[in-house]
């Protein structure tokens, strides 16, 4: 019989998971680990949440799929819910199944609305690994194997105010930034950036893209990642946490890119249907009903001053990055194999960007699951001096 393997492009934790509740997740040993990994920040209103389980059991029984051409009761329901947190300005939104297809739609919609072709992106900066985002994605060795990837991109420093003036001009359709940059190491933006950013695309008339497909949606301490800056973009990019961990993404924009789209100008087969539009509304409702963005700050403010002490108090010099419960440990040099045997002591993290040991817990963090992160990484730090 033929052996069907999966394509290895992931390095494995050497796991094996069988179920997940909450903040926790448990191996077929029995073990029972705290999840700040949460699938890239995915899991971030926890794994099996029942408020947001039994809505989406709910529509699994009554209707799972439906073409965006016949109108439905849970997508009408989405987009009221939607009302509530997306800023009046992002008056339109199309649904997709993953980040990637996010960054897709709001690249096709930017060179639709505005008849130019160039895009800015940025050192660092990833946006998903579909050959349009990928175009916009950093990493040359992402990029690399892939190439001619699409034409008139140029990346600039992240950061660095003054570059911007010269790279955004009146031939950019659009720039696209992460406000917190995820998998390139947890680089928070700094307000005099995204401020000349958002300058010079009004007086260039070019369209700003914040990509909020890992910083979205609570993690940072608020809704969105950009209202610690009150800049608003022209096109938001979400997905990972709000489907509560159901795969869902969206594009929000405004309503002259909104009209710039005609019939069949995009499309999607499993995008927007019933089930992911309820999960969304399910996800809304945690996210406001149990201040989600607000116990994301003070649990990650916590975590944060907790990891500087542990650093101090172990002698280390590395740098706490990042903001609300989407923090970094840059150790300086490559952390995968600290990311990986973290697990040993209870933990699970990611790695991101070159050097940064990543944490991304759900929102209901305790005050001793963050004693039991110093704990293993103390154990972890002890043991490789
Ligand atoms: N954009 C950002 C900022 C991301 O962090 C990611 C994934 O990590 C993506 C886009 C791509 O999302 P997906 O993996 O769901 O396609």
């Given at each position: ?46 794994h099996c949440n029942p408020r947001i389980v039994k809505p989406i059991v709910e529509q699994l029984n009554k209707l799972m799929m439906l073409p965006y051409s016949i109108d439905n009761d849970a997508r009408d329901g989405v987009l009221k819910d939607l009302s509530k947190i997306l800023p009046k300005k992002l008056s339109h939104v199309f649904f997709q199944s993953t980040g990637t297809e996010a960054v897709e739609a709001a ?279």
């Amino acid at each position: 019989m033929n052996h069907v393997m999966l394509i290895n492009v992931y390095r494995k934790y050497g796991l094996r998971i069988i179920k997940g509740y909450m903040q926790y997740v448990w191996d077929d040993k029995g073990n029972k680990y705290l999840d700040c990994h949460t699938n890239y920040g995915a899991a971030f209103l926890g794994h099996c949440n029942p408020r947001i389980v039994k809505p989406i059991v709910e529509q699994l029984n009554k209707l799972m799929m439906l073409p965006y051409s016949i109108d439905n009761d849970a997508r009408d329901g989405v987009l009221k819910d939607l009302s509530k947190i997306l800023p009046k300005k992002l008056s339109h939104v199309f649904f997709q199944s993953t980040g990637t297809e996010a960054v897709e739609a709001a690249l096709k919609f930017s060179r639709k609305a505005t008849k130019r072709r160039k895009i800015v992106a940025f050192e660092n900066a990833f946006h998903g690994r579909t050959m349009g985002s990928l175009s916009v994605t950093w990493k040359p060795k992402y990029r690399k194997p892939y190439q001619p990837l699409i034409p008139e991109v140029v990346f600039a420093k992240f950061n660095d105010v003054k570059e911007v003036d010269k790279v955004v001009d009146d031939k950019t359709a659009a720039v696209i930034v992460e406000p917190i940059q995820g998998e390139g190491g947890i680089n928070v933006a700094s307000k005099e950036f995204l401020k000349a950013l958002r300058e010079r695309t009004f007086e260039t008339n070019t369209l700003l893209i914040f990509d909020e497909v890992q910083c979205g949606f609570g993690r940072t301490g608020k809704v969105w990642a950009f209202q610690h800056y009150s800049i608003e973009p022209d096109i938001l990019t979400a997905g990972k946490a709000i489907g509560g961990g159901y795969p869902v993404s969206f594009v929000a924009t405004c309503s002259e890119v909104a009209e710039s789209l005609e019939i069949g100008d995009h499309g999607t087969t499993y995008g927007g249907n019933p089930v992911a539009c309820t999960a969304v509304s399910a996800a809304i409702n945690v996210l406001l009903g149990e201040n989600v963005p607000e116990r994301a700050a003070t649990k990650g403010n916590l975590l944060s001053k907790r990891l500087s002490e542990l650093i101090e108090d172990m002698g280390f010099n590395f740098k706490i990055k990042g903001l609300g419960l989407m923090l970094g440990v840059d150790f300086g040099r490559n952390p995968e194999e600290e990311a990986i045997r973290l697990k040993n002591y209870g933990v699970l993290a990611v790695r991101a960007g070159e050097s940064v040991l990543r944490f991304l817990p759900p929102y209901m963090i305790s005050r001793d699951d963050i004693e039991h992160v110093i704990t293993a990484l103390r154990k972890l730090l002890a043991g490789k001096v």
